[in-house]
C-alpha cells in the first residue's frame, strides 16, 4: 500500500503466488540509484535503500560514479525479496557491481528467491553492470530479471557471471530450480532477450557435451554501443575453445564464455573487461 495526499491506494497483482510471504522470510531489501552527469564526472542524483540492500561509493577514479552493491544478509535463500532501480541521466556513466559473489543457498521446498533489476539508461550516458559472480548452491531456488531500457544513444556494459556449485567442496547441483531472464530495449523496442531455465538434475544437463561438457562456470556478456564491431576480433583472440562472441547488429556485441571453474572464468573475463571499460575494472573485482 503506498499513500498520496487523498488517502492510501491500494495496489494489486494478478499473480499473488509470486509474492506469497514464504514461512520464515529472511531478507527484503531495495536500492534505488539516480545519477547525473556534472561537469566531468558523473555524481550521486538520489539514493534510496532499505532492508538488506545496500549501496557503497568509493571514491572516484575516473568519469564513470561507481556503486558496489552489498547483500547484508549473506546470501540468498528461498522466501528472500531483492530489487534494485537505477537511473542514469543524460551523459552520465555509472558502473555498479558487487562487493563479493553472490550466493544462492538452499532453500525449503517451495520457497523461490527474488531478484529483480530494473535500469533507464538517457541519451549520451552509459550503464557498466558489473556484478560479481553469482554460485548456485545445491537445492538452491532463485528467480532473477534483468530489465535494462536505453534511450537514443545511451551505452551499456553487461556482465553475468554464474558458477555452478562450489567445486573445491566437490559439490554438484543435483536438485536446483534456477530462473534467468535479461532484457535489453532501445526506445521500447527490443534489443536482445536471453533467458536460462535449470530445475532438477543441473549437473547431468550441463555434462552433456551438446550443452557444457561438464563447465562449472559460465557468463554472458552483451556491450552496446556504436564502437561494438571494433572490438570483434580483438575479443574472438582472448576466447578459448569454449567461448564465442558474436556481432548480432554493428552496434551490438555478445559473448557467452564457459568455463571449468570460476578461476578459470575470471581469467578470460579480466581481459575482456580491461578492453571494454578501457582498463576501469571495478575494484572489487580485483581483490
Known amino acids: 500500500m503506498r499513500f498520496s495526499g487523498d488517502g492510501p491506494i491500494i495496489c494489486q497483482t494478478h499473480r499473488p503466488e509470486l509474492f506469497q510471504p514464504a514461512a520464515q522470510p529472511r531478507a527484503l531489501g531495495r536500492v534505488e540509484i539516480g545519477v547525473k552527469h556534472r561537469g566531468p564526472r558523473s555524481a550521486l542524483a538520489t539514493l ?43 551523459n552520465a556513466h555509472l558502473a555498479v557491481t558487487t562487493q563479493a559473489a553472490e550466493r544462492a543457498y538452499r532453500a525449503q521446498p517451495g520457497e523461490i528467491a527474488q531478484v529483480r533489476t530494473r535500469a533507464q539508461v538517457a541519451a549520451g550516458a552509459r550503464l557498466d553492470w558489473l556484478p560479481q559472480e553469482t554460485i548456485l548452491f545445491n537445492a538452491a531456488a532463485l528467480h532473477r530479471k534483468l530489465r535494462i531500457d536505453l534511450d537514443g544513444d545511451a551505452r551499456l556494459l553487461l556482465l553475468e557471471p554464474l558458477v555452478f556449485g562450489r567445486a573445491a567442496m566437490g559439490e554438484t547441483l543435483t536438485g536446483i530450480h534456477f530462473r534467468d531472464r535479461i532484457e535489453i530495449t532501445r526506445q521500447g523496442a527490443p534489443l536482445y532477450i536471453d533467458a536460462l531455465a535449470f530445475s532438477g538434475d543441473a549437473a547431468a544437463h550441463l555434462a552433456r557435451p551438446g550443452v557444457a561438457a561438464g563447465a562449472g562456470a559460465m557468463a554472458s556478456l552483451v556491450f552496446v554501443a556504436p564502437e561494438a564491431e571494433a572490438h570483434l576480433d580483438a575479443l574472438r583472440a582472448l576466447m578459448p575453445a569454449t567461448g564465442g562472441v558474436s556481432l548480432i547488429r554493428p552496434d551490438l556485441l555478445a559473448l557467452r564464455l564457459l568455463a571449468a571453474d570460476s578461476h578459470a572464468l575470471r581469467q578470460v573475463l579480466v581481459p575482456v573487461l580491461a578492453r571494454l571499460t578501457d582498463n576501469a575494472i571495478p575494484r572489487s573485482w580485483m581483490t
Do not use: M
Open 48 to 90: 534510496h535503500q532499505s532492508g538488506a540492500f545496500k549501496a557503497l561509493f568509493p571514491r572516484q577514479r575516473g568519469a564513470a560514479l561507481e556503486a558496489i552493491l552489498i547483500n547484508t544478509a549473506g546470501g540468498i535463500t528461498g522466501g528472500d525479496r531483492f530489487s534494485a532501480a537505477l537511473e542514469v541521466g543524460a
